[in-house]
């Protein structure tokens, strides 16, 4: 039956009926569906950007969710709730044109009309399929006829007729499905740019916020079940075309059968789907913990679980589709039943012919396969507006990170776009929504184009910096905190852990911005920069660098990504950092792969090829945060030679863990609740016989 089943929605025809009531019916339904869409995605943008906003605006940004909201699926930290803004900011709402919802039927409609050409096929195939299918019927009544000789027409005249109608309908159906289906891949290749491109643009927080495996979700197995919209539309046309001509088949109100019954079962598949492959990206990109801590079986049994549970969804759905489905063929069957019942009375006292009878026979099976067709893929549709509620509540209530985005638009359409893959990303209807929005930052920015110029030139200052993370709004972790970066010089950070040094890198290279204070270079406001330029200025080397899955010599080059860098640009980074060496040693040299994270090298490597990377990278500002604590003194050594080389005439802040390496800065600064509690040379700090004395004496009993 399955076979039927899928047949009929493969070759299910539809047909514009000219039935209005009908039509507008489906599209009616169509609106509801898309109008609780809307209202389940309370996520709302608020974009508050001025380059230099007072701190009231500042404090009220974030996330705000209404009581009511639907996350739909979303697992991970629950969301802090603010007083919601709109009360307050009411004014800036009317201008703040935000689209509410990611994917909205107007931004599909936009992307289907740019290939209105195969739609426009895809329809005449589908009235040239329809055409057939609903004429077999009446060819079959008038075969019977003949056969009984109730009509004088010569049988091979008519079985040409039918062989012509059956040779037609697979070709039509052939032209329908390939047309909509390569329509429906490249509107989901769109798509998928679209919400990767917003989801690469989100603040930072959303990072804390979502786990990796539900994002790759989203843009995978959730925006996937969007293509059951296809099948779905072609099997409801069908049901309603064919419904009318039948009227004694009783229509089965599948729709609000579905809509009740399997929405949640839906949403608790999606539920487990999500959950088991975040287990699977969580387990896997962090093997090396597993492995060293041996809990290989833990992960198992977490994994386990979610299969289980994956399992027990996947069964329960199955069996809400199959009970649905057989009481849509019940329906079916006991209309065919009335049907052989009332028209075969009529045909016995002659008010009917024979034809007619067997014509609507016929009919009631071609209904009965586009009725099961339609109710599968309804409840799949059901999933795919599970899908894109989870899509859009995830993604477009975030507040997305504007000095990125302006920076990033900007970038792509200064560039020749020839690369298509790139293309793929700008052209599409979201992409004017973005340039409307960023259209404020363009006055606000035009300052911005000198930014290298004064990095190399002025001093980075932290003035009265308060900060605490949009996620844990109340734990303020800097409190009024001042600071100044000297020009060229080396500035060592020096706390307690938890102190807050790595946020204050975070805030130095924008990952976040203060929530009240600025960050000053020579005097401008670093958000009057947009971000692409400003990280263009800035380089991090962490404690643990992340390398990406590709060669060594891409890792080296990735410090310019938009540039074409040259190998020779590559060995002199490497050598300057210690790396060359170590590099033409490996199998393949600088073509050597380097694993998952630079899995495949040593710590002391991964954080040599991190320092090429930045050489290449030439910025003018530098953060070297706990970079050589994860090493032994071995690696430690080579690769404080190569920072020694990095750092020379930049304007550098050094958070490191051992006191011996920050010795020689130009000025030392103690961190300690949330400000800069001393400031001086190692020797002034010492004689001052305060924090810094205190903690170089615990260090020095350490090592004695
Ligand atoms: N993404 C984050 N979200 C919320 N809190 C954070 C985040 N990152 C760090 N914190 C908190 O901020 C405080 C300071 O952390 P950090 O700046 O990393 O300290 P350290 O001085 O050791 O580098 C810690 O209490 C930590 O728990
Ligand atoms: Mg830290």
Redesign the pocket.
Known sequence: MSMATASASLTAPLLHQPNHTRFSTSLRHARKLKFNLSRNSPLRQSCTFPPISPPATTKSRGFYISASASRAYVTGPPIVSEPDPRVDDSEHDTQKAEPPDLITRRLLWSLLVRHKLRIGLSVLALIGCTTCTLSMPIFSGRFFEVLIGARPEPLWKLLSVQGLLYSLEPIFTVIFVVNMNTTWEKVMATLRAQIFRRVLIQK??FF?RYKVGELSGLLTSDLGSLKNVVSCWDNMHTVYSISPTCPNSGRVDAFSIYKRSTVPVFKAHGLAQASMSDCVTETFSAIRTVRSFGGEKRQMSVFGSQVLAYQKSGIKLGTFKSINESLTRIAVYVSLLALYCLGGSKVKAGELSVGTVASFIGYTFTLTFAVQGLVNTFGDLRGTFAAVERINSVISGAEIDEALAYGLEKEIQKKEVNDENIKLFISNGAFEQNKKLNSRYMSALESASNVGRLAWSGDVCLEDVHFA????PD?E?LSGLNLTLKCGTVTALV????????????LLARFYEPTSGRITVAGEDVRTFDKSEWARVVSIVNQEPVLFSVSVGENIAYGLPDDDVSKDDIIKAAKAANAHEFIVSLPQGYDTLVGERGGLLSGGQRQRIAIARALLKNAPILIL??ATSALDAVSERLVQDALNHLMKGRTTLV?AHRLSTVQNAHQIAL?SDGQIAELGTHFELLERKGQYAALVGTQRLAFE
């Open positions: 930072a927080d804390d993370y949009p996620l844990r734990v972790i706390g307690s852990s938890g102190a807050g040094k790595s946020t204050i890198v975070q945060d706990e958070i961190c």
